[in-house]
Protein backbone atom coordinates (compact mmCIF):
# COMPACT_ATOMS: atom_id res chain seq x y z
CA UNK A 1 0.00 0.00 0.00
CA UNK A 2 1.56 3.24 -1.07
CA UNK A 3 1.25 5.82 1.44
CA UNK A 4 0.90 8.78 -0.89
CA UNK A 5 -1.98 11.21 -0.91
CA UNK A 6 -3.73 9.55 1.94
CA UNK A 7 -5.83 11.04 4.42
CA UNK A 8 -4.35 9.96 7.97
CA UNK A 9 -5.78 10.23 11.50
CA UNK A 10 -3.01 8.90 13.98
CA UNK A 11 -4.07 8.78 17.71
CA UNK A 12 -1.61 9.70 20.19
CA UNK A 13 -0.13 11.84 17.41
CA UNK A 14 1.16 15.04 19.60
CA UNK A 15 4.39 13.48 20.75
CA UNK A 16 6.95 10.23 20.69
CA UNK A 17 6.17 7.46 18.03
CA UNK A 18 2.72 9.24 16.68
CA UNK A 19 4.29 12.44 15.96
CA UNK A 20 7.25 10.89 14.05
CA UNK A 21 4.66 8.74 11.95
CA UNK A 22 2.83 12.21 11.68
CA UNK A 23 5.86 13.97 10.46
CA UNK A 24 7.31 11.35 7.93
CA UNK A 25 3.54 10.90 6.64
CA UNK A 26 3.11 14.65 5.87
CA UNK A 27 6.48 14.96 4.32
CA UNK A 28 5.72 12.41 1.55
CA UNK A 29 2.56 14.56 0.65
CA UNK A 30 -0.45 13.19 2.72
CA UNK A 31 -2.97 14.73 4.85
CA UNK A 32 -1.98 14.04 8.60
CA UNK A 33 -4.58 15.03 11.26
CA UNK A 34 -2.96 14.09 14.88
CA UNK A 35 -5.67 13.29 17.89
CA UNK A 36 -4.99 13.55 21.23
CA UNK A 37 -5.74 14.66 24.93
CA UNK A 38 -3.41 17.36 25.78
CA UNK A 39 -3.91 20.63 23.82
CA UNK A 40 -0.73 22.07 24.55
CA UNK A 41 0.91 18.88 23.17
CA UNK A 42 -0.79 19.18 19.80
CA UNK A 43 -0.37 22.52 19.74
CA UNK A 44 3.35 21.89 20.35
CA UNK A 45 3.42 19.61 17.32
CA UNK A 46 2.06 22.10 15.46
CA UNK A 47 4.61 24.52 16.03
CA UNK A 48 7.06 21.68 15.07
CA UNK A 49 5.33 20.87 11.92
CA UNK A 50 2.92 23.42 10.77
CA UNK A 51 1.52 21.10 7.95
CA UNK A 52 -0.44 18.80 9.98
CA UNK A 53 -3.95 19.41 11.46
CA UNK A 54 -4.82 18.81 14.85
CA UNK A 55 -8.00 17.41 17.01
CA UNK A 56 -8.37 17.15 20.59
CA UNK A 57 -9.89 14.45 21.82
CA UNK A 58 -10.33 12.15 24.43
CA UNK A 59 -10.46 8.80 22.45
CA UNK A 60 -11.72 6.92 25.95
CA UNK A 61 -15.14 8.32 25.29
CA UNK A 62 -17.69 7.32 23.19
CA UNK A 63 -19.66 10.71 22.71
CA UNK A 64 -15.31 12.25 21.44
CA UNK A 65 -14.63 9.04 19.16
CA UNK A 66 -17.89 10.38 17.60
CA UNK A 67 -17.48 13.63 17.79
CA UNK A 68 -13.92 12.65 15.69
CA UNK A 69 -15.86 11.03 13.01
CA UNK A 70 -18.57 14.44 12.98
CA UNK A 71 -15.52 16.82 12.45
CA UNK A 72 -13.59 14.62 10.17
CA UNK A 73 -17.31 14.88 8.16
CA UNK A 74 -17.35 18.39 8.87
CA UNK A 75 -14.23 19.21 7.03
CA UNK A 76 -14.88 17.29 4.11
CA UNK A 77 -11.99 15.14 5.48
CA UNK A 78 -12.17 11.55 3.89
CA UNK A 79 -9.66 9.57 6.20
CA UNK A 80 -8.33 6.71 4.30
CA UNK A 81 -6.29 5.21 7.31
CA UNK A 82 -6.77 5.09 10.78
CA UNK A 83 -3.49 4.46 13.31
CA UNK A 84 -4.38 3.47 16.80
CA UNK A 85 -1.07 4.37 18.40
CA UNK A 86 -2.30 6.00 21.71
CA UNK A 87 -1.13 4.18 24.93
CA UNK A 88 -0.10 4.93 28.43
CA UNK A 89 1.65 2.33 30.77
CA UNK A 90 1.79 2.22 34.30
CA UNK A 91 4.00 -0.02 36.17
CA UNK A 92 1.92 -1.60 39.41
CA UNK A 93 1.45 -4.32 42.11
CA UNK A 94 -1.08 -6.68 42.96
CA UNK A 95 1.23 -8.47 45.48
CA UNK A 96 1.43 -5.47 47.48
CA UNK A 97 0.68 -1.85 48.69
CA UNK A 98 -0.79 0.36 46.90
CA UNK A 99 -2.98 -1.60 44.85
CA UNK A 100 -3.60 -0.05 41.44
CA UNK A 101 -7.17 1.53 41.84
CA UNK A 102 -10.29 0.02 39.32
CA UNK A 103 -10.20 3.21 37.88
CA UNK A 104 -6.87 3.49 36.44
CA UNK A 105 -7.13 0.06 34.88
CA UNK A 106 -10.09 0.54 33.88
CA UNK A 107 -8.26 3.84 31.87
CA UNK A 108 -5.31 1.72 30.82
CA UNK A 109 -7.43 -0.79 29.31
CA UNK A 110 -9.95 2.10 27.67
CA UNK A 111 -6.90 3.99 26.08
CA UNK A 112 -4.68 1.24 25.17
CA UNK A 113 -7.51 -1.60 23.69
CA UNK A 114 -10.83 -0.46 24.17
CA UNK A 115 -10.71 3.07 22.61
CA UNK A 116 -8.48 1.24 19.35
CA UNK A 117 -11.74 -1.46 19.04
CA UNK A 118 -14.16 1.43 19.11
CA UNK A 119 -12.53 4.07 16.45
CA UNK A 120 -11.99 0.90 14.22
CA UNK A 121 -15.41 -0.03 14.50
CA UNK A 122 -16.51 3.95 13.54
CA UNK A 123 -14.13 3.99 10.93
CA UNK A 124 -14.91 0.54 8.82
CA UNK A 125 -17.98 1.82 7.34
CA UNK A 126 -16.02 4.91 6.20
CA UNK A 127 -13.42 3.00 4.98
CA UNK A 128 -15.74 0.40 2.87
CA UNK A 129 -16.86 2.78 0.00
CA UNK A 130 -13.03 4.03 -0.52
CA UNK A 131 -10.92 1.74 -2.78
CA UNK A 132 -8.35 1.32 -0.89
CA UNK A 133 -8.02 2.00 3.11
CA UNK A 134 -6.36 0.48 5.88
CA UNK A 135 -6.15 -0.15 10.24
CA UNK A 136 -2.54 0.32 11.65
CA UNK A 137 -2.78 -1.15 15.27
CA UNK A 138 0.49 -0.63 17.54
CA UNK A 139 1.35 -2.98 19.58
CA UNK A 140 4.55 -4.14 21.40
CA UNK A 141 6.88 -6.89 21.77
CA UNK A 142 5.32 -7.32 25.27
CA UNK A 143 2.06 -8.66 23.55
CA UNK A 144 4.13 -12.22 22.79
CA UNK A 145 6.00 -11.88 26.65
CA UNK A 146 4.65 -9.60 29.19
CA UNK A 147 6.93 -8.25 31.44
CA UNK A 148 6.15 -8.13 35.64
CA UNK A 149 6.15 -4.50 36.01
CA UNK A 150 3.68 -3.80 33.59
CA UNK A 151 0.43 -5.98 33.68
CA UNK A 152 -2.02 -4.09 32.02
CA UNK A 153 -0.44 -2.68 29.88
CA UNK A 154 0.96 -6.04 28.28
CA UNK A 155 -2.70 -7.68 28.67
CA UNK A 156 -3.76 -4.62 26.87
CA UNK A 157 -1.26 -5.21 24.37
CA UNK A 158 -1.93 -8.77 23.91
CA UNK A 159 -5.68 -8.19 23.56
CA UNK A 160 -4.92 -5.32 20.66
CA UNK A 161 -2.62 -7.59 19.19
CA UNK A 162 -5.31 -10.54 18.94
CA UNK A 163 -8.22 -8.28 17.73
CA UNK A 164 -5.87 -6.92 14.77
CA UNK A 165 -5.73 -10.53 13.56
CA UNK A 166 -9.14 -11.43 14.07
CA UNK A 167 -10.44 -7.98 12.34
CA UNK A 168 -8.34 -8.80 9.79
CA UNK A 169 -9.68 -12.31 9.27
CA UNK A 170 -12.81 -10.71 8.54
CA UNK A 171 -12.25 -7.74 6.47
CA UNK A 172 -9.84 -9.54 4.02
CA UNK A 173 -12.71 -9.80 1.46
CA UNK A 174 -12.64 -6.28 1.43
CA UNK A 175 -11.02 -3.39 0.73
CA UNK A 176 -9.51 -2.77 4.06
CA UNK A 177 -5.78 -3.98 4.87
CA UNK A 178 -5.20 -4.51 8.62
CA UNK A 179 -1.66 -4.29 9.97
CA UNK A 180 -0.19 -4.82 12.95
CA UNK A 181 3.88 -2.67 13.97
CA UNK A 182 5.25 -4.12 16.98
CA UNK A 183 7.27 -1.83 18.80
CA UNK A 184 10.52 -2.67 20.61
CA UNK A 185 11.74 -0.24 23.26
CA UNK A 186 11.07 2.98 22.08
CA UNK A 187 12.15 6.14 23.52
CA UNK A 188 9.75 8.16 24.12
CA UNK A 189 8.37 9.91 27.38
CA UNK A 190 6.64 6.91 28.84
CA UNK A 191 10.28 4.52 28.40
CA UNK A 192 12.16 7.64 30.53
CA UNK A 193 14.55 6.26 32.78
CA UNK A 194 13.94 2.65 31.92
CA UNK A 195 16.43 0.24 29.51
CA UNK A 196 18.96 0.57 27.67
CA UNK A 197 19.60 0.57 23.43
CA UNK A 198 15.97 1.93 22.89
CA UNK A 199 15.33 2.72 19.14
CA UNK A 200 14.55 6.34 18.14
CA UNK A 201 11.20 7.32 17.38
CA UNK A 202 12.13 8.46 13.99
CA UNK A 203 13.61 4.96 12.86
CA UNK A 204 10.34 3.18 13.99
CA UNK A 205 8.51 5.43 12.09
CA UNK A 206 10.72 4.47 8.97
CA UNK A 207 10.47 0.85 9.41
CA UNK A 208 6.68 1.10 10.05
CA UNK A 209 6.14 2.59 6.74
CA UNK A 210 8.57 0.82 4.74
CA UNK A 211 6.36 -2.91 6.18
CA UNK A 212 3.01 -1.05 5.14
CA UNK A 213 4.28 0.07 1.73
CA UNK A 214 5.87 -3.21 1.28
CA UNK A 215 2.46 -5.34 2.14
CA UNK A 216 3.67 -6.86 5.06
CA UNK A 217 0.59 -6.79 7.66
CA UNK A 218 2.53 -7.88 10.20
CA UNK A 219 5.86 -5.69 11.14
CA UNK A 220 7.77 -6.79 13.72
CA UNK A 221 10.39 -3.94 14.74
CA UNK A 222 13.82 -4.14 15.72
CA UNK A 223 14.30 -6.50 18.12
CA UNK A 224 10.71 -7.64 18.40
CA UNK A 225 12.07 -9.96 15.31
CA UNK A 226 14.95 -11.34 17.62
CA UNK A 227 12.18 -11.76 20.49
CA UNK A 228 10.01 -13.64 18.17
CA UNK A 229 12.54 -16.31 16.61
CA UNK A 230 13.65 -16.52 20.24
CA UNK A 231 10.25 -17.91 20.98
CA UNK A 232 10.19 -20.52 18.08
CA UNK A 233 13.69 -21.57 20.06
CA UNK A 234 13.10 -21.35 23.37
CA UNK A 235 9.87 -19.56 24.87
CA UNK A 236 10.82 -20.81 28.54
CA UNK A 237 14.17 -18.28 27.79
CA UNK A 238 11.93 -15.49 26.09
CA UNK A 239 10.01 -15.49 29.19
CA UNK A 240 12.87 -15.15 31.51
CA UNK A 241 14.04 -12.05 29.53
CA UNK A 242 11.28 -10.41 29.26
CA UNK A 243 10.06 -10.93 32.92
CA UNK A 244 12.67 -8.03 33.76
CA UNK A 245 12.29 -6.42 30.67
Known sequence: MKMLGKTIVITGGGSGIGLALARQWVERGNTVIIVGRSLSRLEEALSVEPRLLAFPCDIRQEAEQRRLVEW?????????????????QVLSRFDRQPLPSPTAIQDELDTNFTAAVCLSMLFIPLFLQKPEAAIVNITSGLALVPKESAPIYCASKAALSSFTRTLRYQLEATPIKVFEAMAPLVDTAMTAGRGTGKMSTGQFAREVIQGIEAGRVHIPVGKVKLLEALLRISPSLARQIMRRY
Open 72 to 88: LAEMGLEADVLVNNAGV
